[in-house]
């Protein structure tokens, strides 16, 4: 029989990262600083709970001291997976509360797993034109649940969801090396959204992709176009996750 520990482990982080609302690995690395005052560190259990209607709940018990990128110990997750993580530890013979839960969402983990498209203004976003605007509309029925916009552009993109600013960082979504990847970012949208119909409103920037680089401040640097890639992802109480994407039906 264990006796008990005090405090809980804190801090509890996957790769790095104390936000796993958009996690774009399928096993990750764990990482939590221990509690403070407790001895060495033999073993550390690990609570896995489905978001789903069911709540399933999993619990692996890995003998290690570490406490920094500890490998992830359970199946791999899969993509659109959502729940939370807790962790607790064993030291010398007693055991701690366990940590905090954190929320867990498992992003796209293959291209798959996407069914937004690339959309870019059939007339005007020229270099020189004003910033383009693209707008779309979705419907939510009844019983949702939770919500998640993937949100990605060849440039830089402010989202607006029924006028309300999606997310507060800036010049989205960030640098990257165009010619290998490109990054995108998740939000969780779910109290942005109503039952009928939702409007969405992204204003497209030159940012990196299109703006002046370099000491001759070129432009065009790696293309010519902006375009858009978003993907919404809502989760209903009956089980279903429905998707939408930019696509043709989307206006500029």
Not at 151 to 165: E, Y
Not at 193 to 199: E, I
Not at 224 to 245: C, F, I, K, M, N
């Amino acid at each position: 029989m264990l006796s008990a520990v005090d405090a809980a482990p804190r801090q509890l982080r996957l790769e790095r990262d104390d936000d796993a609302t958009c996690l774009g690995v399928a096993n990750p690395m764990m990482s939590w600083r221990r509690p403070a005052g407790a001895g060495a560190q033999q073993a550390v259990q690990v609570r896995w709970t489905d978001a789903g209607a069911g709540g399933e709940r999993r619990t692996w018990r890995v003998e290690t001291e570490e406490s920094v990128f500890v490998p992830w110990p359970g199946e791999p997750l899969r993509s659109g997976q959502r729940g939370s993580l807790q962790v607790r530890s064993e030291h010398d013979g007693g055991v701690s509360p366990w940590s905090e839960p954190l929320r867990v969402h498992v992003a796209p983990l293959a291209p798959a797993d996407w069914t937004a498209q690339f959309i870019t203004p059939a007339v005007g976003g020229g270099l020189d034109d004003p910033a383009p605007v693209l707008t779309g509309q979705l419907l939510v029925e009844p019983g949702l649940v939770h919500a998640r916009l993937l949100l990605s552009a060849l440039g830089t993109v402010r989202m607006l969801l029924n006028s309300r600013p999606v997310g507060t960082d800036v010049l989205t979504p960030g640098w990257t090396s165009y010619q290998h990847r490109l990054r995108f970012h998740g939000y969780d949208v779910t109290d942005l959204l109503t039952v009928g119909r939702n409007d969405l409103h992204a204003t497209l920037g030159n940012g990196w992709y299109r703006g002046a680089l370099t000491w001759d401040l070129r432009r065009d640097l790696y293309g010519e176009h902006l375009a858009l890639l978003a993907q919404l992802e809502l989760s209903y109480a009956d089980g279903r996750t429905v998707l939408h994407g930019t696509d043709e039906t989307w206006q500029a």
